[in-house]
Nanobody, 126 residues
């Protein structure tokens, strides 16, 4: 199982920005589609965004379109989630996950991702 590590979470005011990072140790992320998910207290985990292994395809949840951007840096073996115009409802633990294929149809299907990070807390509050 792949080991993923998220970082970059924190406390930010509404309207602010954060950039989350997802890295891996001991293996390259190049061959994997990477998804970002989040789980708010009392709610189910939901898909936020996903990027193909080539980086040419991305998907976003409707709630974050136009505010969040997913990208990957192959040299740094890292996938990023740039989050702008943050809202209190974005407060959640954010996870990255990996799977060995990309699809526009089931990119948010949690059970299809075999490897997960431990999560990073994002809190949007004044």
């Amino acid at each position: 199982q792949l080991q993923l590590v998220e970082s970059g979470g924190g406390l930010v005011q509404p309207g602010g920005s954060l950039r989350l990072s997802c890295t891996a140790s001991g293996f390259t992320l190049d061959d994997y589609a990477i998804g970002w998910f989040r789980q708010a207290p009392g709610k189910e985990r939901e898909g936020v965004s996903c990027i193909s292994n080539s980086g040419s395809s991305t998907n976003y949840a409707d709630s974050v379109k136009g505010r969040f951007t997913i990208s990957r840096d192959y040299a740094k073996n890292t996938v990023y989630l740039q989050m702008n115009s943050l809202k209190p409802e974005d407060t959640a633990v954010y996870y990255c996950a990996a799977r060995n294929y990309y699809s526009d149809y089931d990119w948010a299907y949690l059970e299809s991702f075999a490897s997960w990070g431990q999560g990073t807390q994002v809190t949007v509050s004044s």
